[in-house]
């Protein structure tokens, strides 16, 4: 059937939040909140098969595209920045071995510093949008 496509379900943030336990989803709606409150006009983008929401300036699955992710695991969340190899990281909260992606992983809502994540947040995004 033409446009079916177009009718498929296209899963919500909370609803892809739900499938962890609620420690985890606090985590993740803080971390959302700080991203939104930094980069208000990125498009937030569920990738079910990637286990993230990702964070860009539009629709696409392409790394050029995307500035950072929230990604739950079963004891913690990963906020990850595609081009935090970049980014200065004064407090090396940044782990990760790739030749640009880094992330910061948080399993602890209390340990969430807000200051220093929306600070690698707003590099990330000038580091994308200029």
């Not at 700080?34 to 079910?48: A, C, G, R, S, Y």
């Not at 699955?61 to 595609?82: E, M, Q, T, W």
């Not at 640009?100 to 580091?127: F, T, Y």
Request: proline share 2%.
């Amino acid at each position: 059937m033409m446009g079916s496509d177009q009718n498929k379900h296209k899963m919500k943030v909370e609803e892809f939040f739900t499938a962890y336990d609620q420690k985890l989803q606090d985590i993740c709606f803080h971390l959302r909140k700080l991203v939104k409150q930094v980069m208000p006009e990125t498009e937030e983008i569920v990738f079910e098969g990637w286990k993230n929401i990702s964070y860009g300036t539009g629709e696409s699955r392409a790394d050029k595209d995307l500035i950072c992710y929230i990604a739950p695991f079963k004891n913690s969340v990963n906020l990850g920045l595609y081009r935090g190899a970049l980014l200065k990281d004064e407090k090396k909260l940044l782990k990760g071995t790739g030749k640009l992606l880094r992330h910061v992983k948080i399993s602890d809502l209390n340990k969430i510093q807000d200051l220093d994540i929306i600070d690698l947040l707003k590099q990330a995004k000038a580091e994308r949008l200029g």
